[in-house]
T-cell receptor, first 114, second 117 residues
Framework: AQSVTQPDIHITVSEGASLELRCNYS??????LFWYVQSPGQGLQLLLK??????LVQGIKGFEAEFKRSQSSFNLRKPSVHWSDAAEYFC????????????FGKGTTLSVSS | EPEVTQTPSHQVTQMGQEVILRCVPI?????FYWYRQILGQKVEFLVS????????KSEIFDDQFSVERPDGSNFTLKIRSTKLEDSAMYFC???????????????FGPGTRLTVL
């Protein structure tokens, strides 16, 4: 079955500390992987995406993610968290063809403490 | 930067009533989508739409749902007879519809929170 698992429901990180949000997926075809962020009252904003090539991808706001096929993972990282990063983060997997459904994880809520 | 917009931001309706949720996709995009997120649950795919036809739909998208592109800019989701369990955040998305060696990325709107009483 196709699925995305985000094992951490809620994470609290101190401002300036590093962050890693975990994502594992199960997908029958070649996976195309995405991280979206949702701030309160906002829509889902694309942080970064992976479909081929270099397994370390860079995104907006200083985020990066690493695709590890052997572990079926696509973890999101940031070296130094800012208070404005507090939000909900969603990992998603989809197919190559346009119109294909994205399958989302349940999301991880990030809180940033000062 | 172009973005997907949705109206209204919040809709309250009585059970059994019809509701129409509206979306304006990014102007040069060819594919349109609806997703929903019941409180505390995952974002779930409902339907994708291309060239005035449904491209793909999920099991959730049953006969009480319909989609339409009534004009050149709007994309709507109609729920014919709302149920309590339809209460959710509904997200519209659009994508360019690229082919070849690149991914087709979906861009999401801010959502409409539907509350069914």
């Amino acid at each position: 079955a196709q699925s995305v698992t985000q094992p951490d429901i809620h994470i609290t990180v101190s401002e300036g500390a590093s962050l890693e949000l975990r994502c594992n997926y199960s997908y029958g075809a070649t996976p195309y992987l995405f991280w979206y962020v949702q701030s309160p009252g906002q829509g889902l904003q694309l942080l970064l995406k992976y479909f081929s090539g270099d397994t370390l991808v860079q995104g907006i706001k200083g985020f990066e993610a690493e695709f590890k096929r052997s572990q079926s993972s696509f973890n999101l990282r940031k070296p130094s968290v800012h208070w404005s990063d507090a939000a909900e983060y969603f990992c998603a997997v989809g197919g190559r063809q346009a119109g294909t459904a994205l399958i989302f994880g349940k999301g991880t809520t990030l809180s940033v403490s000062s | 930067e172009p973005e997907v917009t949705q109206t209204p931001s919040h809709q309250v309706t009585q059970m059994g009533q019809e509701v129409i949720l509206r979306c304006v996709p990014i102007s040069n995009h060819l594919y349109f989508y609806w997703y929903r997120q019941i409180l505390g649950q995952k974002v779930e795919f409902l339907v994708s739409f291309y060239n005035n036809e449904i491209s793909e739909k999920s099991e959730i998208f049953d006969d009480q749902f319909s989609v339409e592109r009534p004009d050149g800019s709007n994309f709507t989701l109609k729920i014919r007879s709302t149920k309590l369990e339809d209460s959710a955040m509904y997200f519209c998305a659009s994508s360019e519809g690229v082919s070849g060696g690149t991914t087709d990325t979906q861009y999401f709107g801010p959502g409409t929170r539907l509350t069914v009483l």
